[in-house]
């Protein structure tokens, strides 16, 4: 297992497309995008994303109808994107809207899974990060 750490501007171009910076990026041609917490996008490598599926599915009983439909809606939200030959992926355009990306990006190495933000919702989130980082790490609980 490999940990993404990080955290990189950059811009989506006028066709939508986006470079993974080198620093989060592996071998593989293709990524798994879904939508993500707080307006943000998940990103997973092949390895990161069937263990993931495979965590999930371990944990919610066929019975559990909020559990499926939790499941069924991440689920649906993925999108496998290949990168072209220069490396940039084009940001598939449901995913886009619900993270309210425009142009400007904030692309963040979060440990199993990169994450994409929209510049401005990243900021907002984030703005308390320094002041409140002991508070922060201490439900890290390490």
């Given at each position: ?18 470079r ?84 400007d ?9 990169i ?7 990243h ?20």
């Open positions: 297992m490999f940990y993404l750490t990080g955290e990189y501007a950059h811009q989506m171009d006028t066709k939508n497309r986006i993974i910076p080198n620093k989060l990026k592996g071998d593989e041609k293709g990524l798994y995008f879904s939508k993500g917490t707080n307006n943000c996008i998940f990103v997973y490598y092949e390895a990161g994303f069937k263990e993931l599926i495979q965590k999930i599915e371990e944990k919610i009983k066929m019975s559990d109808e909020g559990g499926q439909l939790a499941l069924r809606v991440f689920a649906k939200s993925f999108t496998y994107v290949e990168g072209d030959a220069q490396g940039r992926m084009i940001l598939p355009p449901k995913l886009k809207q619900f993270a309210k990306i425009d142009k990006l904030v692309i963040c190495g979060a440990g199993s899974h994450e994409i933000w929209a510049k401005e919702v900021d907002q989130y984030f703005a308390n990060e320094d002041v409140d980082f002991d508070e922060l790490f201490k439900k890290l609980d390490i």
